[in-house]
């Protein structure tokens, strides 16, 4: 065959990589610390403020992203997040203006919003013992389960992708929507294993989405926080440490 003649890209065990001229690379980074993840306090779509360390952690970040070019950057409305993007956002090349989207927002806790974890066990034992059979599909009190978030979410990057086909996407958003991402990545998550994902405060996880298709291209990437206190890994999605 000649040199000349197109390569074919082959497809290893049967799967077809997303095409990169329609789909869509996401970074998708989760908030700086919360006035409330550093109480251990549930938080959920309640809005709450960075932390004096989740703004370290935000300009941490922006240093980082310097100068990189982003087809467009958007952001879940709650104000951690915004104020993670905004802070980001003035030093990306063009200053971008941050777009809000409800669809990004964290997992709706309900009834467990400005609660820690004894509260909760005192308060709710048999949602915990629920949610120990069932976690996929069980409801916080009031609230959204996981697989209410996948599809709330995962319509929101559905939209998100078709807006910019073959672009590169800066979203700003939460510990339980940064799954979601990784879960539509990989074409779904096994049982359980989403809680075993560890997403710290201002994390970079990339993928790459296509129609029916998906890569995961990294995950949980928080070097820019080697310099500062260690990033918090508790979020609404797996609980908090005792």
């Known amino acids: 065959m000649s040199s000349d003649a197109p390569r074919k890209r082959l497809a290893p065990f049967g799967f077809t990589p997303p095409d990169r001229a329609t789909a869509t690379e996401f970074w998708v980074v989760r908030h700086g610390e919360s006035t409330w993840n550093a109480d251990g306090r549930y938080q959920g779509q309640t809005d709450v403020p960075l932390s004096h360390i989740g703004i370290l952690q935000a300009a941490s970040l922006a240093e980082r992203?310097?100068?990189?070019?982003?087809?467009?950057?958007?952001?879940?409305?709650?104000?951690?997040a915004s104020q993670t993007a905004d802070a980001v956002a003035e030093r990306l090349l063009g200053n971008p203006p941050v777009q809000a989207d409800p669809g990004l927002r964290e997992i709706d806790v309900g009834e467990l919003s400005g609660l820690v974890i004894a509260d909760i066990r005192a308060r709710f034992p048999d949602y915990l013992s629920t949610l120990i059979q069932e976690p996929w599909a069980t409801r916080r009190p009031g609230g959204e389960s996981m697989e209410d978030l996948f599809a709330r979410c995962g319509a929101a990057f559905d939209r998100l992708r078709a807006r910019h086909p073959g672009g590169r996407v800066l979203v700003f958003t939460h510990g339980g929507v940064v799954r979601v991402a990784v879960g539509l990545a990989l074409g779904g998550v096994?049982?359980?294993?989403?809680?075993?994902?560890?997403?710290?405060?201002?994390?970079?996880?990339?993928?790459?989405?296509?129609?029916?298709?998906g890569t995961l291209l990294g995950f949980n990437d928080d070097a820019h926080l080697e310099d500062l206190i260690e990033a918090t890994e508790a979020d609404d999605v797996l609980g908090q440490a005792p």
């Open 65 to 80: 992203l310097t100068g990189l070019h982003f087809d467009a950057v958007y952001t879940s409305d709650l104000v951690r």
């Open 190 to 213: 096994p049982a359980n294993a989403w809680a075993r994902l560890s997403v710290t405060n201002t994390s970079i996880t990339r993928v790459l989405l296509g129609h029916n298709s």
